[in-house]
């Protein structure tokens, strides 16, 4: 557990804080739980996260999730480019999410108390401009109960007066299982180009 680096100012980084293994991120993860109250029209997030090609591309985020009532697979694709910061990245959106760019950081990462990974991130929204807090986990429904309410209670303990309101607005983002038995969705050029949003008056697509 950290405070987030863009955070710390002058304060001295914390010295029981190890960077995340190599590798640590890569995967098929679910978007479990956020401060960010936007992510109440979503459900069913996933990121499948691959290595970059490149020394300049970290990790290539490839987001998909659905909203209420609505069973289309919305994308989300970009790339994360290094920092001189360890464990913080920079995303960057392409195609119509050109503009979306902001910081990656890694508060916290680690395993729970029924062994699933966890990573909790200090990330912007998609406007940049507000920022909260993100936990992906390696099971569905998150971290357990007891290792959420550790996480909350370390981040209220960095004594960071916004992260600490972050932290009391966390809430899960639901995950109903519907997409239990659907494969990953391969990124056609709509996602490569991020084509594949909601329309804003809230129709879904027929497929």
Known sequence: ???????????PASSCYQNAP????????????????????????QLLATSGQSTNVSKVDYITY??????HLYTVYGYETPTEYADVKTFRGVGDFAGVSGPLEIVSYGYDTACDAYVMYYEPDS???AYGLV?????????TAQTL???????EAL??????EMAGK????PYDRERTFMPYPVCDEACLQNKNNPDPSGACPSE
């Not at 991120?25 to 069913?44: C, I, M, Q, V």
């Not at 936990?135 to 971290?143: C, H, K, M, N, Q």
């Not at 966390?170 to 983002?173: G, L, T």
């Open 1 to 11: 557990m950290r405070l987030p680096p863009t955070l710390q100012g002058d304060a």
């Open 22 to 45: 190599s590798g640590f991120e890569l995967g098929h993860w679910y978007r479990t739980y956020t401060s960010f109250a936007d992510y109440a029209t979503l459900r069913n997030v």
């Open 66 to 71: 659905q909203t209420p009532n609505c069973s």
């Open 127 to 129: 406007s940049g401009k």
């Open 135 to 143: 936990i992906i986990s390696g099971a569905a429904t998150g971290p």
């Open 149 to 155: 309410e550790e996480l909350v209670g370390g981040v």
């Open 159 to 164: 004594g960071n007066r916004n992260l600490t």
């Open 170 to 173: 966390v809430e899960w983002i």
